[in-house]
T-cell receptor, first 114, second 115 residues
Framework: AQSVAQPEDQVNVAEGNPLTVKCTYS??????LFWYVQYPNRGLQFLLK??????LVKGSYGFEAEFNKSQTSFHLKKPSALVSDSALYFC????????????FGPGTRLSVLP | DAGVIQSPRHEVTEMGQEVTLRCKPI?????LFWYRQTMMRGLELLIY????????DSGMPEDRFSAKMPNASFSTLKIQPSEPRDSAVYFC?????????????FGAGSRLTVL
């Protein structure tokens, strides 16, 4: 069975500081990994994905994520946070050999303080 | 493309009433998903379709919930009878398999309140 954990319900960071939102996953096969962002009263928006190759993936709005196979992690990062980055962030996994079953984590609320 | 379109955006109804939520996926997408989001349970997959055929409905809570996809451009999620615990935001998403890691595109959601 696939699962995703986001160990922090809430992350607070000062504007201009680097941010990290953590994600660990469990799949039986090889994963596709995703990050989505949700702003208030909106649907989820795609940020970035890991398929294969380079472990550092760059995405929208200056976000990047690092895939670590040995730690089964896919942490989201940004070098310098903006107040407008404040939102709910979801990590998701799909097992390459298990159809289109996307499994989402519980979400982490990011607050960037001015 | 206008993206995934859901209606209504907000629905307030009384317990026992029938609720129908609608979704129009992105043209050309052959997978359609229904998710439910609540504070307590997060984002839950209810059901997904491939080429209008239900593939996995194991997340559908109970017989009060039903979903259909009569054609490639329309799907409904029906709750009958509705209960207060069904209050949630319901999201529709679509994708096409293509090559590599396909991405889900979500609609704006339908916020359901059952009184």
């Amino acid at each position: 069975a696939q699962s995703v954990a986001q160990p922090e319900d809430q992350v607070n960071v000062a504007e201009g500081n680097p941010l990290t939102v953590k994600c660990t996953y469990s799949v039986s096969g090889n994963p596709y990994l995703f990050w989505y962002v949700q702003y208030p009263n909106r649907g989820l928006q795609f940020l970035l994905k890991y398929i294969t190759g380079d472990n550092l993936v760059k995405g929208s709005y200056g976000f990047e994520a690092e895939f670590n196979k040995s730690q089964t992690s896919f942490h989201l990062k940004k070098p310098s946070a903006l107040v407008s980055d404040s939102a709910l962030y979801f990590c998701a996994v799909r097992d390459r050999n298990y159809g289109q079953n996307f499994v989402f984590g519980p979400g982490t609320r990011l607050s960037v303080l001015p | 493309d206008a993206g995934v379109i859901q209606s209504p955006r907000h629905e307030v109804t009384e317990m026992g009433q029938e609720v129908t939520l609608r979704c129009k996926p992105i043209s050309g997408h052959d997978y359609l998903f229904w998710y439910r989001q609540t504070m307590m349970r997060g984002l839950e997959l209810l059901i997904y379709f491939n080429n209008n055929v239900p593939i996995d409905d194991s997340g559908m809570p109970e017989d009060r919930f039903s979903a259909k996809m009569p054609n490639a451009s329309f799907s409904t999620l029906k709750i009958q009878p509705s209960e207060p615990r069904d209050s949630a935001v319901y999201f529709c998403a679509s994708t096409t398999q293509g090559t590599g890691a396909n991405v889900l595109t979500f609609g704006a959601g339908s916020r359901l309140t059952v009184l």
